[in-house]
């Protein structure tokens, strides 16, 4: 938390005192609204990331869409949200729309880097979908030495309702830089605009998020479909920045719900979450 000053913009966000050791790690919400839309994201611990994502602030088709890192000096993957958060700050970007915070900037530090994503939430008046617009810059903070690193982007959308999860998900494009996921109640399309990933998975959500919790290293095995499941996918970009330098994700995805998508009837249900905020 850097400064007070950013709080009285935050429109929900829960803040405790840092850590002491032996302690829980520091849970922090940020919430964003753009019209019906709304998304959650957690800053920091094993699990950030962004765990809600609405296009009529009912129900979540979102489970988490989060950042792991590796580096040449480390044996496994880590969730960016076990970095140190070194800044915060939400804005709003459409003010003579929709006068809410829809924009979020992180700043995480690590041994020599520093990781800065930035979301920017913009949904439709009838709640028809949720849009979001992604940038994440990595940089090399040394002067001498080229910073190594894969960075990992996973994402487990909930677009199915039934007795089991039936989502499919797909990489598509030459360049394998467009992941759609699908179901009886919405899509979802996310596409890399820069720069194009260097691996990819379509595959299992507990399989993926386990191969980056699993303490080894992995590489996504490139895999371009899986499901009806309980699918998820995963991209991978294997970096060599240059002392000082930088690089650029650019990436935009797309909510959409199924049109006249079947309330839930039954029990056993995949939803993941209901509830209004406001
Ligand atoms: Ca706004
Ligand atoms: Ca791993």
Redesign the pocket.
């Known amino acids: 938390m850097r400064r007070a000053s950013l709080c009285a913009t935050l429109i929900a966000l829960a803040v405790t005192t840092p850590a002491l050791a032996g302690e829980p790690p520091i849970t922090s919400t940020v919430f964003l609204a ?1 019209r019906q839309a709304t998304a959650d994201i957690a800053l920091t611990g094993p699990a950030a990331g962004m765990n809600w994502l609405s296009p009529d602030n009912e129900i979540s088709r979102l489970r988490l869409q989060g950042f792991w890192f590796r580096t040449a000096q480390m044996e496994s993957e880590a969730n960016i949200g076990q970095l140190q958060l070194t800044g915060q700050a939400v804005s ?4 003579g ?6 924009t979020l900037a992180l700043q995480y530090t690590g041994p020599g880097f520093t990781i800065e994503p930035t979301w920017k939430l913009r949904g439709s008046s009838h709640g028809g979908q949720a849009s979001v617009v992604e940038l994440i810059q990595i940089n090399n903070t040394s002067r001498t030495a080229p910073l190594v690193i894969s960075f990992f982007q996973y994402s487990n959308f909930v677009l199915s309702i039934g007795a089991a999860p039936a989502d499919t998900s797909q990489i598509h494009g030459t360049v394998n830089n467009t992941a759609t996921q699908s179901g009886n109640v919405g899509f979802l399309s996310e596409t890399v605009v820069t720069p194009s990933p260097s691996r990819w998975s379509a595959g299992d959500a507990n399989t993926l998020l386990n191969q980056l919790n699993d303490g080894s290293s992995t590489t996504l095995d490139n895999a371009t479909l899986f499901g009806p499941g309980n699918a998820a996918w995963a991209y991978q970009w294997d970096f060599t920045i240059p002392a000082g330098g930088s690089v650029l994700i650019s990436k935009t995805k797309q909510l959409v719900p199924t049109p006249g998508a079947a309330l839930p009837l039954a029990a056993g249900l995949v939803l993941i979450g209901r509830r209004r905020r406001r």
Do not use: A, L
């Not at 729309?97 to 829809?102: I, L």
């Open positions: 753009d709003d970007t459409n003010p729309t929709d006068n809410r915070p829809d």
